[in-house]
């Protein structure tokens, strides 16, 4: 341990205090025996209404709560995504849409088959209904008059069935509001701070959150992780050790950006950086995963009702293929028009729109994050290969996506709101032009995961054994989304959330 750096032990330390990282610490720390730091890169969410009102997310995308990732140059992509990751406690979960579906039975069934033993459907059901979120279908005031008419046209146009409440069975298809993680009556958000930090910060002195604090580097001695290297907001250097375990939850982009400045990744890619190696795991930074999803624009004929939760509050499934096991293409509706990327390729933004956005639910490229320096601070390479997948399935589910808007747009009750089609245009309609559009204006729903994967003892590529275990280190776990093997059909929060409230049971350290 250098000189000037002070030293604090405790039986836990948790790095990230995000969404996975809120639940952990909350559930250790219900045991007064138990002693936990978490060590949290951004300032506290307590008091914070621009973070806990759901509806100004927006706002917070690219601001000073913002590590804003830019991803690598996409040939067959938008190269200019970037990758909002929130630095603040509750992590995404307090800057996220806080969209609340229960991953499907399917979804965890393939992540057993992946070498996630224990991690079926069937066992992970009871960590659902542990969650302490508030879990509600959107409210009746905050149904937007278009977004209800969306559900009807879309119902009609498909003949998939409507859905009230969509965690309460599996669905292959369906169409409804969502459930969010909220308080209807003061649209704020039931994050993993709110939930589960807020009601203990200031009762349990077993708990210390350390904020606006970085973690660096893991300390090692030999295979055993005893703590983890942090300098403070004031630029103090500590060291925080943990006597049982470390439990690293710093999400898809900072779990292996750590490991990796610990020396634990692939030996070539951190002998060419010069970093020493600790561990040579070569899956560090593999199987990046993501949802992307492209967007079909449409003027309105006139403003539409202010009324929303926080303006995409209905979706739509679709399973094109009847022997996949769950929905094979996914949109939100947003009740903005979102030009954003279409203005790149020279589309206007309409005074007043709104549009879909279809969504790969089980997008088949895989990508890769690598770090370009040693330098902790210079941010890692985002390589998402974006529809470089074999057979073209992810490009091919975009265009399959926007012929199916169209058909809903044509439906009424909406198609009386929609004055024209803005982008692609109604003049885009060959497969390899609606492709070219879909892929150039892609967007991410900032889902990122599958980094440092679970998976058996014989996958190669597998960071972490199916208690979340480091191979081939000892005392230290991961819990956040990058231990996912395979993406959820699903948005993955409650995925992340769910994972956390397991991860104390593997422990065991709690009450
Ligand atoms: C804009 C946006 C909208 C989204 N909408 C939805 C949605 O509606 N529904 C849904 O299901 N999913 C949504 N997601 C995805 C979802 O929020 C994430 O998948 C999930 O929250 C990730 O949880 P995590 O615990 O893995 O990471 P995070 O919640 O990101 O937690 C990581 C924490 O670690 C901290 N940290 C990182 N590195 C360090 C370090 N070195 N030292 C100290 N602290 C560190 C960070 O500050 C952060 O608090 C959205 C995400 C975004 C960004």
Known sequence: MPEHESSYSYDYVVIGGGTAGSVIASRLTENPDVTVAVIEGGPSDVGREDVLTLRRWMGLLGGELDYDYPTTEQP????HIRHSRARVLGGCSSHNTLIAFKPLPSDWDEWEAAGAKGWGAISMEAYYARLLNNIVPVDEKDRNAIARDF??????????PRIEGFNRAPFTDGVGFFDLAYHPENNKRSSASVAYLHPVIDERPNLTLFLETWAHRLELDGIRAEGVHVRTKDGEELLVRARREVVLCAGAVDSPRLLMHSGIGPRKDLEALGIPVALDLPGVGENLLDHPESVIVWET?????ENSAMDSDAGLFVRRDPGHPGPDLMFHFYQVPFTDNPERLGYERPEFGVSMTPNIPKPKSRGRLYLESADPAVKPAL??????D??????????????????IARTEPLAGWLKREVAPGPEILGDAELSEYARKVAHTVYHPAGTCRMGAETDELAVV??????????????ADASVFPTM???NPMIGVLMVGERAVDLIGGGA
């Open 383 to 388: 390589d998402f290969r974006y529809f470089t």
């Open 390 to 407: 074999e057979d073209d399935y992810d490009a091919r589910t975009l265009v399959d996506g926007i012929r199916i808007a169209r058909e």
């Open 465 to 478: 054994d199916p208690e979340l275990r480091i191979r081939g280190l000892d005392g230290i776990r991961i």
């Open 301 to 305: 004929d006139g403003p539409i009702p």
């Open 151 to 160: 559900v009807d046209a879309a119902q009609q146009a498909l003949d998939v």
């Open 488 to 490: 959820p059909a699903v």
């Open 76 to 79: 067959r992509g938008n190269s």
